[in-house]
């Protein structure tokens, strides 16, 4: 079974502060990685992609990814209250039938206290 | 330009009842899934169409799912006897295509509940 893992939080960062959020895999053939942003009672919303190993940066976000560590990372510069959310890590798989569907982690739990 | 659209957004229904639900992708997304989240759990791969066609149904939960595709386009996913495990928000993805560099882009759900 494919395995994606978070730790759940809540992580609590003061505004203004970096946000840094973690996310291992368990498939070494999984080639992208995705960071979605869901606010409460909200659908998921596409931050970031990254297929490369190193750092992909796009505002104040920034993704890492570790292919041989299996682990991919999303750091947030400046956090903002508006930032507080779950943040949900999900891999593409090609296993068995499927074909590229997502696997997600079932998320952090971000809070930035102003 | 228009995201993915679903509906209903809320269907509140009696236990063993028949619900279908509806997903409309952005135009000209080949590509399809549908996933489902319960309360406390993550994420799960239901189904996905490439074109009308869904090569693999494995991910749905029983013989009581099934969907559809028709014209490249609307899907619908159809519960037959619900349950009340199937109480969930089921959102529908679309994309361009199935490849590895191909993002999903996410509808705003159906909430299900079934009483």
Request: charge should be neutral; hydrophobic fraction near 30%.
């Amino acid at each position: 079974q494919k395995e994606v893992e978070q730790n759940s939080g809540p992580l609590s960062v003061p505004e203004g502060a970096i946000a840094s959020l973690n996310c291992t895999y368990s498939d070494r053939g999984s080639q992208s990685f995705f960071w979605y942003r869901q606010y409460s009672g909200k659908s998921p919303e596409l931050i970031m992609f990254i297929y490369s190993n190193g750092d992909k940066e796009d505002g104040r976000f920034t993704a890492q990814l570790n292919k041989a560590s299996q682990y991919v990372s999303l750091l947030i510069r400046d956090s903002q209250p508006s930032d507080s959310a779950t943040y949900l890590c999900a891999v593409k798989s090609w296993h068995g039938g499927s074909q590229g569907n997502l696997i997600f982690g079932k998320g952090t739990k971000l809070s930035v206290k102003p | 330009g228009a995201g993915v659209s679903q509906s209903p957004s809320n269907k509140v229904t009696e236990k063993g009842k028949d619900v279908e639900l509806r997903c409309d992708p952005i135009s000209g997304h080949t590509a399809l899934y549908w996933y489902r989240q319960s309360l406390g759990q993550g994420l799960e791969f239901l189904i996905y169409f490439q074109g009308n066609s869904a090569p693999d149904k494995s991910g749905l939960p029983s013989d009581r799912f099934s969907a559809e595709r028709t014209g490249g386009s609307v899907s619908t996913l159809t519960i037959q006897r619900t349950q009340q495990e199937d109480s969930a928000v089921y959102l529908c993805a679309s994309s361009l295509g199935t490849g590895e560099l191909y993002e999903q882009y996410f509808g705003p759900g159906t909430r299900l509940t079934v009483t």
